[in-house]
């Protein structure tokens, strides 16, 4: 079982940065490939960002390549989203998950657990 919590997210203006955090409990996170989602208000949730396990592999949607960095650190079982030159079209609640296998992965079924999101807004 993994649990996944989100931090980070806030308030910020246009051209602002955040860094969005996601801690993770259990000892498969080393071995399991991380994603950053995103859900608009009225909007269907879509893939942001990817890492793989060791973290050599990453993947961004085409709207945040960039712009926003994914990383992580296994030693402290967190990924991390790094968001720079936000967008009003960036807003939405942010998601972190994992998946059973060490790859990336840009789509949600891939995941198998998922935290319970960190809401983003930025103001134009």
């Known amino acids: 079982q993994v649990q996944l919590v989100e931090s980070g997210g806030g308030l910020v203006q246009a051209g602002g940065s955040l860094r969005l955090s996601c801690a993770a409990s259990?000892?498969?996170?080393?071995?399991?490939?991380m994603g950053w989602f995103r859900q608009a208000p009225g909007k269907e949730r879509k893939f942001v960002a990817t890492?793989?396990?060791?973290?050599?592999?990453?993947y961004y949607a085409d709207s945040v390549k960039g712009r926003f960095t994914i990383s992580r650190d296994n030693a402290k079982n967190t990924v991390y989203l790094q968001m720079n030159s936000l967008k009003p079209e960036d807003t939405a609640d942010y998601y972190c998950?994992?998946?059973?296998?060490?790859?990336?992965?840009?789509?949600?079924?891939?995941?198998?657990?998922w935290g319970q999101g960190t809401q983003v807004t930025v103001s134009s």
């Open positions: 259990g000892r498969t996170f080393s071995s399991s490939g």
């Open positions: 998950a994992a998946r059973y296998r060490p790859e990336a992965g840009t789509s949600g079924g891939e995941y198998a657990y």
């Open positions: 890492i793989s396990s060791s973290g050599r592999s990453t």
